[in-house]
């Protein structure tokens, strides 16, 4: 009777060390496969948000090359971890700063203003929002930069500048929006004075404090020609077609340049009373040595530039007063400028690739 008790004690404790050894497996498998999830998650996340390689990229179009490097997340999803295990709400990782050279960057570019565009290729692109603004994914950008156009009957060679540009300034990470500034009207064409206008206009939808005025028949040919500002003003045409990819003149400062707020406002910005083709360019360089600064430039390879050739506009013959006018710049830098602009607004407009505002500037 004894032996029998002892067998049957045995017995259960057997059962039990067997319970909990299953018990204890089932826990180690269930931890198992939760972590496991969480890794490939975490594996997932990482490769999404990790540097594309930017070498040898075949360029087919600059909307397929930017799309194909800017493989990345929104902003607002980089980095975002959750810490479900703990009841831990999802928070965000701040993004740095944008390298000073961007990663993007694929050098010279393939550009011919014969072969058709489709601009549809350009608005693909989801983070180019109302208005032509765009904020790079990957990083912050160091300055916040407004593109100013003067404008007037220029459709076809807006296509061209919006489908090459575009993808140029997304690959350049830049935080910038487009302002197509157009003078109402048929008067002669004033072009200092809508770029004064544009400035003025872009400072009401965004604290931009750097700002690229460019001619629209104007695209470059290399997208290390950086569309932002730099310690001295910056001239950005440096190498046009037009001009046998060189400068007519040491001076010349036309077609497109860049300025801080602060540059802007020492040379009291551009003067308005340069009516017609001509001399404006001459006056702002004059007003620059002026104020003691100087003109820094890209190299001739990554300056190069390509304009789209067409007849001179109506209404925009050559200055006959345009000399008399850049002679006495030092007497007219504190009184004609930003200043004393007037102007009114007739109208704006605002789409995906860009800002349009018409004004009436007056005439001569």
């Known amino acids: 009777m004894r032996e029998c008790h002892c067998f049957c004690l045995q017995r259960r404790v057997c059962t039990l060390v067997v319970a909990l050894c299953a018990l204890h497996i089932s826990v180690m498998v269930f931890y198992y496969l939760r972590n496991s999830g969480a890794d490939g998650h975490m594996q997932v996340q990482a490769y999404s948000t990790s540097s594309p390689n930017t070498t040898n990229i075949e360029l087919v179009s600059p909307a397929a090359t930017t799309a194909a490097l800017i493989a990345e997340p929104r902003a607002e999803d980089v980095a975002e971890v959750t810490e479900e295990a703990n009841g831990v709400e999802a928070f965000k ?40 603004h765009y904020k790079p994914p990957q990083c912050l950008s160091v300055q916040k930069v407004a593109v100013i156009i003067p404008y007037r009957h220029r459709e076809h060679h807006l296509k061209y500048w919006l489908y090459y540009l575009h993808p140029i300034l997304q690959r350049q990470q830049l935080d910038y929006g487009v302002y197509i500034i157009e003078q109402d009207g048929e008067d002669t064409f004033n072009r200092a004075k809508l770029l004064n206008v544009g400035y003025a206009e872009a400072l009401k939808d965004y604290d931009y404090d750097c700002f690229v005025f460019s001619d629209i028949d104007i695209v470059p040919m290399d997208d290390r ?126 789409g995906q690739l860009f800002t349009k505002i018409t004004v009436d500037i007056g005439k001569p």
């Open 93 to 132: 990782t701040p993004l740095e700063k944008c390298p000073e050279t961007s990663p993007l960057l694929v050098g010279p570019l393939r550009v011919e203003f014969s072969d058709p565009v489709d601009l549809e290729e350009i608005r693909q692109e989801p983070l180019l929002v109302e208005g032509g």
């Open 225 to 350: 020609n950086m569309y932002h500002c730099y310690d001295q003003p910056r001239h950005l045409a440096v190498a046009m077609d037009k001009f046998g990819y060189g400068l007519p003149y040491n001076q010349y400062f036309g077609g497109v340049s860049a300025m801080s707020k602060d540059q802007y406002l020492k040379i009291n910005g551009f003067p308005n009373n340069y009516w017609g083709w001509g001399g404006e360019d001459d006056d702002i360089f004059n007003r620059l040595s002026i104020r003691g600064m100087s003109i820094s430039r890209p190299d001739v390879m990554t300056g190069k530039c390509k304009m789209i050739h067409h007849e001179r506009d109506k209404m925009n013959d050559p200055n006959p007063q345009r000399f008399d006018r850049i002679a006495h710049t030092r007497e007219t830098i504190d009184t004609d400028g930003i200043n004393s602009l007037t102007y009114t607004v007739v109208k704006v407009e605002k």
